[in-house]
């Protein structure tokens, strides 16, 4: 084994042998399939569970909060398309650091989109219980207990709803990735016509006073906001982390993340004008389930509240799933670097998938979403989520740089600028959260590192390579 040595933190993984590594899972998905596993990763969590926390945080403005963080995702997006039409593999950011940054870099990054994903995994999964619980309402004039369908701090013990939740995703995910992305594409369209039947009910009753003032929490406000919401957006990573399981992935790859991002905004935006014209901003506050409520309070009926329960909880259940997915593709790709125990890369040979790795990020993801409340949840999985945003727009510039003969079968546009702004961007957002969230991410960072120098720096495959 080699020994510790300041060069070896920097050591990168060479992009041609990325191209002649057998992935060991079977490559199933096209463009389609991939955009929709963006679509599935992202539509839901900020406009079904996020939603109700960012209007309070900035009022009608929470318009431009969208807005916003759609801009800082879709210049991230062309960086990744970029990337990932270079670097094909599982492992995302993790990857692309690997190739850019080095070593140290590339684990910590890792570290970051663990945590992103455990964690809105999570997040997600406290939100659907509370949908599952406003549709026992509209169906039977019950809900369920908060004992058991809140997390402690909210008037509960033990959530449930999620951990039922986490473990569907995880039994489906068990069969095969082909039937996971055949169910995901039906749950995504489910979601997106629910959606649309909001937008048109909502529109309804707007009423533009409800948008007056516009920003009654300033710059502020709307930064915090737009922070808040940024960690739905980590579907367009999940993309990049099918990259062995996407045919020819390095034109399906770019193509399946621009796709993901263009519906996904379309769909943000429309929706959160329709629901801040709808109803008062003052009325988000502390509101469960809060756009199956404003349909209720339109129409003064219930069906139109109990389609959109149904349609938040199959919105949900596919998030968790794309989630969980994209997380055990990264630890896979970190196990076949060396940086994590082999357990993690071991493919059940009928499924073609990781087992023992799915089950524990989903036994994971339930105790989080079990015993932890909601805020805390989001605010870490947006940290996490504009680190590695900001991570892969620097390794744009850096691998244009350090290896132009590189082909490349798709370029970001306007560079350097592009990938220089969506830095600005994610350092922008990350400044707006709150300082709790950046001393626990210092924590959970300062963990990694402690991890890598004690089992990964010895272990990884550069190190054992340079050893031989």
């Given amino acids: 084994m080699s020994g510790f040595s300041a060069a070896n933190l920097v050591r990168c993984k060479p992009v041609n042998a990325i191209e002649r590594r057998d992935p060991g899972l079977h490559r199933t998905m096209g463009v389609w399939q991939l955009a929709m596993l963006g679509v599935g990763g992202t539509i839901g969590t900020g406009i079904f569970v996020a939603f109700n926390t960012a209007v309070p945080e900035a009022g009608p403005a929470v318009i431009a909060a969208f807005v916003i963080a759609g801009i800082t995702a879709a210049l991230t997006?062309?960086?990744?398309?970029?990337?990932?039409?270079?670097?094909?593999?599982?492992?995302?950011s993790y990857s692309y650091a690997y190739a850019t940054l080095g070593e140290l870099a590339a684990f910590m990054i890792g570290a970051c989109l663990l945590l992103e994903y455990t964690v809105s995994g999570a997040a997600v999964a406290v939100g659907w219980g509370q949908y599952l619980n406003e549709l026992l309402v509209d169906l039977t004039g019950h809900k369920l207990p908060d004992a058991i369908a809140q997390p402690p701090g909210h008037g509960g013990y033990f959530n449930?709803?999620?951990?039922?939740?986490?473990?569907?995703?995880?039994?489906?995910?068990?069969?095969?990735?082909?039937?996971s992305a055949a169910v995901n594409v039906i749950l995504v369209l489910a979601k997106l016509a629910v959606l649309a039947l909001f937008a048109v009910i909502a529109f309804s009753a707007f009423n533009l006073h409800h948008l007056r003032p516009f920003a009654p929490k300033g710059l502020g406000g709307i930064?915090?906001?737009?922070?808040?919401?940024?960690?739905?957006?980590?579907?367009?990573?999940?993309?990049?982390?099918?990259?062995?399981?996407?045919?020819?992935?390095?034109?399906?790859?770019?193509?399946?993340?621009?796709?993901?991002?263009?519906?996904?905004?379309?769909?943000?935006?429309?929706?959160?004008?329709?629901?801040?014209?709808?109803?008062?901003?003052?009325?988000?506050?502390?509101?469960?389930?809060?756009?199956?409520?404003?349909?209720?309070?339109?129409?003064?009926?219930?069906?139109?509240?109990?389609?959109?329960?149904?349609?938040?909880?199959?919105?949900i259940f596919s998030v968790t799933l794309v989630i969980i997915y994209g997380q055990t593709r990264?630890?896979?790709?970190?196990?076949?670097?060396?940086?994590?125990?082999?357990?993690?890369?071991?493919?059940?040979?009928?499924?073609?998938?990781?087992?023992?790795?799915?089950?524990?990020?989903?036994?994971?993801?339930?105790?989080?979403?079990?015993?932890?409340?909601?805020?805390?949840?989001?605010?870490?999985?947006?940290?996490?989520?504009?680190?590695?945003f900001a991570v892969v727009s620097g390794g744009v510039i850096i691998l244009r740089r350090t290896r132009p003969d590189?082909?490349?079968?798709?370029?970001?546009?306007?560079?350097?600028?592009l990938p220089a702004a969506s830095v600005v961007f994610c350092l922008y957002l990350i400044v707006s959260l709150p300082w709790i969230t950046h001393l626990m991410?210092?924590?959970?960072?300062?963990?990694?590192?402690?991890?890598?120098?004690?089992?990964?720096?010895?272990r990884s495959a550069l190190a054992l390579g340079a050893a031989r």
């Fill in 330 to 388: 990264i630890l896979f790709a970190m196990s076949r670097d060396g940086l994590l125990p082999e357990l993690f890369q071991r493919v059940n040979p009928t499924t073609k998938t990781p087992t023992w790795n799915t089950v524990i990020v989903s036994g994971a993801i339930a105790l989080l979403a079990a015993f932890v409340p909601l805020d805390i949840l989001t605010n870490l999985t947006s940290l996490g989520t504009l680190a590695a």
């Fill in 77 to 92: 997006a062309f960086c990744y398309a970029e990337l990932s039409s270079v670097l094909p593999e599982s492992g995302s």
């Fill in 406 to 417: 590189v082909p490349r079968l798709y370029k970001a546009p306007f560079y350097p600028v």
């Fill in 160 to 179: 449930l709803p999620a951990v039922l939740l986490v473990v569907s995703c995880m039994i489906l995910l068990l069969r095969g990735v082909r039937e």
């Fill in 441 to 458: 991410f210092l924590g959970w960072l300062s963990a990694a590192g402690l991890f890598y120098f004690a089992y990964s720096h010895k």
């Fill in 223 to 315: 930064g915090s906001a737009a922070s808040t919401i940024f960690f739905s957006y980590i579907g367009l990573d999940v993309v990049s982390t099918a990259g062995d399981e996407a045919r020819d992935p390095q034109r399906t790859l770019p193509r399946g993340i621009i796709l993901a991002l263009l519906i996904v905004t379309a769909a943000y935006v429309v929706v959160a004008i329709a629901a801040v014209g709808a109803q008062p901003w003052t009325q988000f506050a502390g509101q469960d389930a809060g756009l199956a409520v404003i349909l209720r309070n339109i129409t003064g009926q219930a069906w139109p509240s109990e389609v959109l329960s149904v349609g938040a909880i199959v919105s």
